[in-house]
């Protein structure tokens, strides 16, 4: 996954990844540990950590019946995502061999489907299904974009013949705002986990291994969307991966949206000031 680590050591500083690991949306999450020698070709490492970051990118069909509203217009996303480091919020990043010269790459292909509804001058999407799986490049030589066909996956090229994957992803709950202008959000999803043997291989422990991962983060760029006509749109955005033991309770998960669209629009009036200093 040469071109996209490359793009991830220019796009992403240590000190953006380090931020975003200390920060919201995500709180604290129980440490876990990955045996980072069971990739070919890496060196023998243990990494303890609570968290991992990622950048993620996608491609949205929606349709809209009549004008968005009544939560019944259907969509479609289809994107990847990609590992950038390990981290917890005291230390920021870890050091890892992660990305790193001779390291390995970890990314993963989702499919998420869902209905929309009106959200002031934004969109509130609820995830129906969400599937995922997660991959280790031993040699980053993978390459990874979207797709401009309608209905077809990512397009993974260069050479992926020896990737591998680690976690296989199911949907428990989620959702996503669009915010005012269809420019930026935030996403928030509870997922069932499982290991594949070569996973457990990979994340050691605890064992047996958290069977549940929060991912949330948030959209920084949203292009093509509509708010009264069928749409495909391309997000791009990042956020934080916690792995958890229990599912939270039901207030929780409630004000889950809450939170999010607080934070989305925090983050957007400081983008907004920013500009108009």
């Keep these: 996954m040469k071109p996209l680590s490359s793009f991830l050591r220019l796009a992403l500083s240590a000190a953006v990844i380090g931020a975003a690991l200390i920060s919201a949306p ?28 990622f950048e993620y990118h996608a491609r949205i069909e929606q349709t809209i ?49 869902g209905q929309a509804d009106a959200l002031a001058a934004g969109i509130h999407a609820t995830f129906q299904t969400l599937t995922m799986t997660l991959y280790i490049d031993p040699n980053q030589d993978t390459t990874l974009s979207l797709s401009n066909v309608a209905g077809s996956p ?63 983060g948030n959209t920084n760029s949203f292009v093509g969307g509509s708010l009264t006509d069928s749409f495909v749109a391309m997000a791009d955005g990042g956020g934080l991966e916690l792995f958890q033991a229990a599912v939270p309770e039901p207030g ?11 934070l989305g629009m925090t983050a957007r009036r400081q983008q907004e000031g920013q500009r108009k200093s």
Excluded: C, W
């Design 65 to 113: 019946v009549g004008g968005l509203g009544g939560g019944n217009d259907p969509f479609t996303e289809t994107g990847f995502l990609s590992k950038a480091a390990f981290g917890t919020p005291a230390n920021g990043s870890i050091p890892s061999q992660l990305n790193a010269l001779n390291g390995y790459g970890m990314y993963g292909l989702f499919t998420i489907t």
């Design 154 to 216: 990512v397009n993974v090229g260069g050479i992926s013949a020896d990737d591998y994957a680690i976690v296989t992803y199911t949907l428990d709950v989620g959702e996503a705002h669009i915010f005012d202008g269809l420019a930026q959000g935030d996403f928030k999803a509870l997922l069932n986990a499982t290991l594949t043997p070569q996973g457990q291989l990979f994340f050691v422990n605890p064992n047996p291994f958290f069977p549940l991962e929060s991912l949330s």
């Design 26 to 53: 995500a709180s604290a999450g129980p440490l876990f540990t990955v045996n980072e020698g069971s990739v070919p070709g890496a060196a023998p490492n243990l990494v303890v950590a609570d968290r991992i970051s």
């Design 252 to 262: 929780t998960i409630a004000l889950l949206g809450i939170g999010l669209f607080g």
